[in-house]
């Protein structure tokens, strides 16, 4: 059961934009602890989108950016196409136990 | 361009032990500062953080699954690996190995992934 709450599922048409919400806890996210973003299309391995809350690796479009603020983090689409249909899951890292690194629940986004 | 590439046993009993290779080309698994995790996707749910490995062979463990994985490196094959024991259907999944780029940041490079079945 993940520590990380994202919404099952979110969708717009093409050119909109859309967010998704990643909320943690204060040993996660609000302990500081870097947020990351991934985009997983169907049959495929998750891709790296975001790193370091709002780092974008070379190849990802300036459409996708990222940002934290307390115990929670947001990815947002803008401009939304069609092949950005697919599962998107933020990750980070929780210190309670021994530590550990947890993924979101997911959100499927949907372009309508 | 760093590749990993999972391998091993599609298909695995409930009660034995469940092991998988990663290979990695491209790259030396013994660059400083870069880790070496397993991720796995049971079909249609989310990610779970399985546990990581530096190449001096320091290791971490999701807590949840602490009791029976065992990660090891192969730093002359360039290769790491993972062992769970004890699987049940619940183990049934898609794993995948990633490169990370510390113990507590993000995955990079990812391998394409590996189904494994756990059934009798």
């Known amino acids: 059961q993940s520590v990380l709450t994202q919404p099952p599922s979110v969708s717009g048409a093409p050119g909109q934009r859309v967010t998704i919400s990643c909320t943690g806890s204060s040993s996660n996210i609000g302990a500081g602890y870097d947020v990351h973003w991934y985009q997983q299309l169907p049959g495929t391995a998750p891709k790296l989108l975001i790193y370091?809350?709002?780092n974008r690796p070379s190849g990802v479009p300036d459409r996708f950016s990222g940002s934290k603020s307390g115990t929670s983090a947001s990815l947002a689409i803008t401009g939304l196409q069609a092949e950005d249909e697919a599962d998107y899951y933020c990750q980070s890292y929780d210190s309670s136990l021994s530590g550990f690194n947890v993924f979101g629940t997911g959100t499927k986004v949907t372009v309508l | 361009q760093l590749q990993l590439q999972e391998s091993g046993p599609g298909l695995v009993k409930p009660s034995e032990t469940l092991s998988l290779t990663c290979t990695v080309s491209g790259g030396s698994i013994s660059s400083s500062s870069y880790y070496w995790g397993w991720i796995r996707q049971p079909p249609g749910k989310g990610l779970e953080w399985i546990g990581s490995?530096?190449?001096?062979?320091?290791?971490y463990y999701n807590p949840s699954l602490k009791s029976r994985v065992t990660i090891s490196v192969d730093t002359s094959k360039n290769q790491f690996s993972l062992k769970l024991s004890s699987v049940t259907a619940a183990d049934t999944a898609v794993y995948y190995c990633?490169?990370?780029?510390?113990?507590?940041?993000?995955?990079?490079?990812w391998g394409q992934g590996t189904l494994v079945t756990v059934s009798s």
């Open positions: 990633a490169r990370q780029i510390n113990w507590d940041l993000n995955f990079d490079y």
């Open positions: 370091g809350n709002s």
């Open positions: 490995i530096y190449y001096s062979g320091s290791t």
